[in-house]
């Protein structure tokens, strides 16, 4: 198992321009969450899955679209980039709600938006 | 809404001594879920250790223990025997018992490993 890939792993965009950051995972996980981390906030929940079809807001979606079309991808489109969205972002996954499921992270993607 | 509080921006242990980052939570809710994660240079984050409300026993993982304080809304992470490997950001994170995976993360502590 790749369990959560993330691509890519580094952007710069310019204001204004729109893009789509990738996640995949291969464990038939359920449940995807979408993050953004800044310096001295921790992580923070943008949008999140309950499965194919289905998404939700989280604490700060704004700036931000989603889609789950398919059960092993979720990704995550900037529409019209600014530079408060410069940030390192986390694709998270798990099986369930359960104590022990637990979420599995991907390796980020940083984003510099200037 | 759940806040969660680190209120310790950096530490720094000897090797092989013991350290306690500091945890604090704000919630109405009475089961939930705890959970402390290493963040290291590499930037994946890995879980730590867990820890389920409604059980009182601390949760331990090896050289990993937690003080889990729920009248006082207080989770504490102690690591004991501290090694190089551990120097890390380490984040305390809330979860509801209802609903979604949602997450929310306290802003962090820089662990530092002094040898």
């Known amino acids: 198992n790749a369990g959560v890939t993330q691509t890519p792993k580094f952007q710069v965009l310019k204001t204004g321009q729109s893009m789509t950051l990738q996640c995949a995972q291969d464990m038939n996980h359920e449940y995807m969450s979408w993050y953004r981390q800044d310096p001295g906030m921790g992580l923070r929940l943008i949008h999140y899955?309950?499965?194919?079809?289905?998404?939700d807001q989280g604490e700060v979606p704004n700036g931000y679209n989603v889609s789950r079309s398919t059960t092993e991808d979720f990704p995550l489109r900037l529409l019209s980039a600014a530079p408060s969205q410069t940030s390192v972002y986390f694709c998270?996954?798990?099986?369930?709600?359960?104590?022990?499921?637990?979420?599995?992270f991907g390796p980020g993607t940083r984003l510099t938006v200037l | 809404a759940q806040t969660v509080t680190q209120s310790q921006p950096e530490m720094s242990v000897q090797e092989a001594e013991t350290v306690t980052l500091s945890c604090t939570y704000d919630?109405?809710?009475?089961?939930?879920?705890l959970f402390w994660y290493k963040q290291p240079p590499s930037r994946q984050m890995i879980l730590v250790i867990r820890?389920?409300?409604?059980?009182?026993q601390n949760a331990t993982e090896n050289r990993f223990s937690v003080n889990f304080q729920k009248a006082a809304k207080s989770f504490s992470l102690k690591i004991s025997d501290s090694q190089l490997g551990d120097a890390a950001m380490y984040f305390c994170?809330?979860?509801?018992?209802?609903?979604?995976?949602?997450?929310?993360f306290g802003q962090g502590t820089r662990l530092t490993i002094n040898p």
């Open positions: 919630t109405s809710e009475s089961d939930y879920y």
């Open positions: 899955s309950v499965g194919a079809g289905i998404t």
């Open positions: 998270a996954s798990s099986l369930g709600t359960g104590f022990f499921h637990e979420q599995f």
């Open positions: 994170a809330y979860r509801s018992d209802q609903g979604a995976q949602k997450l929310v």
């Open positions: 820890q389920e409300a409604y059980k009182q």
